[in-house]
């Protein structure tokens, strides 16, 4: 079974420009989760999609936008970028009911000059 | 109260030795519960599911649960230098229909 995909894997971009990450979850999985991550720090919750609507949102600013698609495949957006948005982003894939444990891809690694 | 706290570390234990990893949530309607391991630069790898009160033994891992006491734990026995990384514990909270994910503790094992 093919884990979860996130596409591209790094991604250089400068200050002002906007960004868009794709995450392809696990076959079946109907629930997509999308985490910032800087050095040092733990996983920031940005948003949840579960059937192509948003069910879960963290506190970001709405630089940060989602969207999931009916084949569950979901793509997150960063307007206007700035450097403090330099980070790794993950996605994460669950099944959408609550006792069942997310996976994560390799992530995208976002830098921004 | 954090919904899910950890202890920051740096927890240092020596090769061989068994590494204790504590985990608190203030759910008490939470139903399962996860370890995740992360090493420096990847993306964190589910190494632990555990849903009933008591201990769950995986190779030389232990998930310890007590749901009266809100606590879960994560026991590495002969630990590795292999196991250093972070170790993060995650939670779905029955209230708000998501996961919440501890701050994680990083582990150094000495050789």
């Known amino acids: 079974k093919a884990g979860v995909t996130q596409t591209p894997r790094y991604l250089i971009k400068t200050r002002g420009q906007q960004v868009t990450l794709s995450c392809s979850p696990i076959?079946?999985?109907?629930?997509v989760s999308w985490y910032q991550q800087t050095p040092g720090q733990g996983l920031q919750f940005l948003f949840e999609?579960?059937?192509?609507?948003?069910?879960n949102k963290g506190n970001f600013p709405g630089r940060f936008s989602g969207r999931q698609f009916s084949n569950s495949r979901s793509e997150m957006n960063v307007s206007t970028l700035e450097l403090g948005d330099s980070a790794l982003y993950l996605c994460a894939s669950s099944s959408g009911s609550g006792d069942q444990p997310q996976h994560f891809g390799d992530g995208t690694r976002l830098s921004i000059l | 109260q954090k919904e899910v706290e950890q202890n920051s570390g740096p927890l240092s234990v020596p090769e061989g030795a068994i590494a204790s990893l504590n985990c608190t949530y203030s759910?008490?309607?939470?139903?399962?519960f996860f370890w995740y391991r992360q090493y420096s630069g990847k993306s964190p790898e589910l190494i632990m599911s555990?849903?009933?009160?008591g201990d769950k033994e995986d190779g030389r891992f232990t998930a310890q649960l007590n749901k009266a006491s809100q606590y879960v734990s994560l026991l590495i026995r002969d630990s590795q230098p292999s196991d250093s990384a972070t170790y993060l514990c995650a939670v779905p909270y029955s209230s708000a229909s998501k996961i919440i994910f501890g701050s994680g503790t990083r582990l150094s094992i000495r050789p």
């Open positions: 759910d008490r309607g939470s139903q399962s």
């Open positions: 076959s079946g999985h109907r629930s």
């Open positions: 555990i849903y009933s009160n």
């Open positions: 999609y579960f059937s192509e609507t948003q069910r």
